[in-house]
């Protein structure tokens, strides 16, 4: 009878302490997974003038910041500001990645709000965000020159985020 | 001024609920069982906390927004139905639904067994009195339906459209009565280790309660995919989400219970585990609570939810199962149990051991994420491919238990009638032949489960025959209950694996087709409603086989405070089929996405469903005669 | 008599349950063991969000491309997470949820067992 109930509390205090544990995790979903692994080859068509891209184009600067956006997304416009500056520090080569837009809107946004990408390329029907492993717009993956994920940033980049961009450039050993 | 009369009924129902473990303690103490007063007592508890909750109806009614409740669960033009449904729709008007129900069934519970054994029943009474201040400190605490807000908000935030609807209105009050209700067999259960009550004076005492707390569970169940089936607009009715087996699990126990019960009642055996399965019954009922409430499973239906919340629950839960179940083990005394092969003792007894095992599947598919989340740091998902690959075939010999069980008899072993056995066998599965000659085909395991479960139906209707020919006693709440979950499955398999399903992207005026099918979108409306626009889409569908046409109306609403999207579906039913037709909007296009299913006997699994329930209120009229 | 009936009767279940069993290769399945993860635990059947419409498009590509279901399920994960799929994986990691429920059952079996009186003579 001892031993019946020495296991039947264990087993209860085991469950009770993981729930107690879990109450305390944070509910928000992100593909941490993605965080080391390395980014597979691809083919996309540019914006501007259809040519094809590939991984070697992201393999030009030391770290770049991809960036998935589209015109009718309005945290993308919130976040457009920080792309300008970061552009302007020319740390980080920036690839933006036009999702299910229209050309002509996405000029205009371009247009009005300033255009801070370095390269830009066209997907059409979403498809190529998947393999990027992104889920909604926006989202930004920073890679290094190895087309390794350094880190990445789910919904609008934001005054945190951006700090956290160059503490990674700055960490980083590699390319220091 | 709302809020100040509903915090005064919570401080007077929390004096009068320790009143009552007072003298319920003294007159135990003193031996002068002196019911009366705790009687009076009760009333007054059961009223205060009727006006708790009605005081908080009222301030739905009034849209009183200077409590943070209606402000953030109402609006000023919401339709007055839902107003009121608002109330028990959040997550602290519930609790005021929860106490209620404590105080009610604490108080009948009282009246009802006023004859029986004083000491135990004044024992009873403390224990579930111990229950309801627990939640009454946790309602007035952390979740003060009545806390107030400052500057008062000019209007409401709304309800969430998907909610405001009548089948979501009844659904809690049902489910309630049935998990919460369970807490009166949980205190009965408790008292009875305590006082060493005669065994089978306490089953025939807890019986009705543990039946009728059953028969609402179920009935809430229903109603709960009932309108998922509707309102959700993806045409299932069941999805293994976390809320929905947060309350299938104490179903399984409470069904658990009323088998052993039987044991416990004409054999005086089995008491142990009638006690575990009382007290896991409740136990579980907070479980899921805490799991639906706290926040840390994902799911369709979300309470808005906070960590403190989820702390006290988990507290509460913690102090419940080691205070039970320490008393448990030390009260109980070792039983020996001997029983015949193939007597009516082993069948009920594979009726828990099947419960057993739908219960622990259903616990761990739904806690075994949290655990490899906390433990691994890995989130996975256990859906519905799990739950049927584990449970599907497990069904198979459960249905056969079912239909033997009630034929064999008690302590003996009764020659097993082979002959019948083999007859129904073999007319099951000519019966399948036909239903595949006539649908198609089927995976061998849905042939094997439509054979059980015709097995079974075929078995109960013969033991209607057979006990309306030689006069002898039926028990009727088993015999439909038994036929109705043979006709559930049998209807769940078909349903499943001949339900088409197609969608499509048309434009006004475009035709789509697929196999027979033809469904022509020929119009666009606007209509304006109480509290929201619909946008109507007219569909003509026509099945070019038989000829049938009919018209659909999908719609989509645009709710306006807050302004939200819901899809509602259009539903034609008849006796064979519901054809169900989704229609929503693509964002920057000009098309419309629709979603075409026809699901065969769809009302047939309603139906089944409800007759199963019934089963668990045909006796009490019967007792009642 | 019965012996014939019996007879019979497996012969009908052989027949009912093998030649008319099939296994399709149907996207809908697949569909519905992906979760949606911008929906609140809907699969992207059951979804029509962005989310949901562009991962039904890569899915009938990887099917197109020859692709089958473990393979696809594979990708996803790899790049969302093993959250996206319903259906949990048979791993190490996992060995508890798929066999517990079957160790009960057998425990529970064994339970009963103990408690019937053999028959003596």
């Known amino acids: ?176 | 001024m709302l809020s100040n009369i509903g915090n005064i009924f919570f401080i007077l129902n929390i004096l009068v609920t320790i009143s009552i473990i007072y003298f319920c303690y003294h007159s135990v103490r003193d031996k002068k069982y002196n019911l009366a007063k705790i009687v009076k007592l009760s009333i007054l508890q059961s009223t205060f906390a009727i006006m708790t909750f009605a005081t908080l109806i009222a301030a739905f009614i009034i849209s009183d927004f200077s409590l943070i409740t209606v402000y953030e669960n109402s609006h000023s033009a919401k339709p007055l139905f839902y107003k009121i449904s608002g109330a028990w729709g959040n997550h602290e008007g519930s609790l005021l639904l929860w106490i209620s129900i404590m105080s009610i069934f604490s108080f009948l519970y009282l009246i009802i067994n006023e004859k029986s054994n004083s000491n135990s029943l004044l024992i009873t009474t403390v224990c579930q009195n111990f229950l309801i201040l627990a939640f009454l400190f946790f309602s007035l605490i952390n979740s003060n339906p009545f806390s107030k807000i400052l500057p008062i908000p000019p209007d409401g935030l709304g309800l969430n459209p998907i909610l405001q609807d009548p089948a979501l209105a009844i659904h809690p009050p049902l489910l309630y009565i049935g998990f919460v209700g369970s807490s009166i067999y949980f205190s009965a259960a408790l008292s009875s280790l305590i006082t060493g009550y005669n065994n089978k004076n306490f089953a025939i005492q807890i019986k009705p309660w543990v039946k009728v707390t059953w028969f609402f569970q179920s009935l809430g169940i229903i109603v709960g995919s009932i309108w998922a089936y509707y309102e959700l607009g993806w045409g299932g009715f069941w999805f293994w989400d976390p809320v929905e087996n947060a309350s299938l699990m104490p179903w399984f126990a409470m069904t658990a219970l009323i088998h052993s019960l039987i044991i416990l009642e004409r054999r005086e055996s089995l008491y142990s585990w009638v006690i575990i399965l009382c007290l896991l019954t409740f136990i579980l009922s907070v479980t899921g609570t805490f799991l639906v409430r706290s926040g840390i499973l994902n799911s369709v239906h979300t309470f808005a939810n906070d960590p403190s919340r989820g702390l006290y629950i988990l507290v509460l839960l913690f102090l419940m199962v080691v205070i039970s179940f320490a008393i448990f083990f030390t009260k109980t005394k070792k039983e020996t149990y001997i029983f015949e092969n193939f007597s009516k003792e082993v069948f009920i007894l594979s009726n828990n051991w099947f419960m057993a095992f739908y219960l622990i599947t259903v616990f761990i598919g739904t806690v075994y994420p949290i655990f490899t989340e906390v433990l691994l740091n890995n989130k996975i998902s256990v859906g519905p491919p799990f739950y049927n690959l584990v449970i599907a075939p497990i069904i198979i010999p459960f249905l056969f238990f079912m239909a033997l069980g009630p034929n064999s008899s008690w302590i003996k072993f009764k020659s097993f009638d082979k002959k019948k056995f083999v007859i129904v066998l073999f007319l099951s599965i000519i019966v399948n032949l036909a239903m595949i000659k006539f649908f198609g085909g089927l995976s061998t395991l849905s042939n094997l489960i439509i054979i059980s479960s015709l097995f079974l139906i075929i078995y109960s209707i013969l033991d209607f025959i057979f006990s309306a020919k030689e006069k002898k006693h039926l028990n009727i709440s088993r015999a439909v209950s038994h036929l109705g979950f043979g006709l559930l499955m049998m209807f769940i398999i078909i349903n499943h694996n001949f339900s088409f399903e197609k969608d499509a992207n048309l434009k006004v005026g475009e035709t789509e087709k697929f196999e027979s099918y033809e469904i022509t979108f020929s119009k666009l409306r606007l209509d304006k409603r109480e509290n929201y626009n619909a946008l109507i889409g007219d569909f003509i569908f026509k099945d070019r086989k038989s000829g049938i046409v009919r018209n659909l109306q999908p719609e989509i609403r645009i709710y306006n405070d807050p302004e939200t999207l819901t899809y509602e579906a259009s539903i034609r039913t008849n006796i064979f089929r519901d054809y169900y037709l989704t229609m929503s909007n693509i964002d920057r296009s000009d098309f419309y996405n629709i979603k075409f299913q026809n699901k065969p006997f769809m009302i047939w699994i309603w139906i089944s469903a409800i007759i199963i329930s019934l089963g668990g209120i045909q006796r009490l009229f019967i007792f009642k005669k | 008599m019965i012996k014939n009936i019996t007879k019979l009767s497996l012969i009908l279940l052989f027949l009912s349950s093998n030649a008319f069993s099939e296994s399709v290769f149907d996207e809908a399945k697949i569909f519905k063991n992906i979760r949606c993860l911008v929906c609140q635990g809907q699969s992207i059947a059951d979804s029509n969000s962005e989310f949901a419409q562009t991962i039904k498009i890569v899915v009938r590509d990887q099917i197109k491309e020859g692709k089958n279901e473990k393979e696809i399920y594979d990708f996803l994960s790899n790049k969302f997470g093993e959250w996206i799929i319903y259906k949990p994986k048979f791993n190490y990691r996992n060995s508890i949820l798929w066999l517990l429920p079957y160790l009960s059952l057998i425990l529970g079996g064994i339970l009963i067992y103990k408690f019937l009186r053999k028959r003596k003579n």
């Open chain 1, 1 to 176: 009878m001892k031993f019946k109930r020495i296991v039947f509390f264990t087993i209860v205090f085991f469950i009770l302490v993981v729930f107690f544990f879990a109450l305390k995790k944070s509910n928000i979903y992100n593909t941490k997974n993605l965080i080391g692994q390395k980014i597979e080859p691809f083919e996309i068509i540019s914006f501007e003038n259809n040519e094809i891209v590939t991984e070697k184009n992201l393999q030009e600067n030391n770290f770049t910041l991809i960036n998935f956006w589209a015109s009718w997304c309005s945290p993308c416009r919130v976040e457009h500001p920080f792309l300008i500056s970061l552009s302007k520090t020319k740390k980080v080569k920036l690839i933006g990645v036009n999702f299910k837009d229209k050309k002509r809107n996405a000029q205009n946004f371009l247009n009005t709000l300033g255009n801070p990408y370095d390269l830009i390329v066209t997907d059409n029907n979403g498809t190529y965000s998947i393999h990027f492993g992104i889920y909604g717009i926006p989202e930004s993956i920073l890679i290094d020159k190895e087309l390794k994920i350094l880190a990445k940033f789910i919904g609008p980049i934001d005054k945190d985020d951006y700090k956290k961009i160059f503490e990674i450039i700055k960490n980083d050993k590699k390319y220091n």
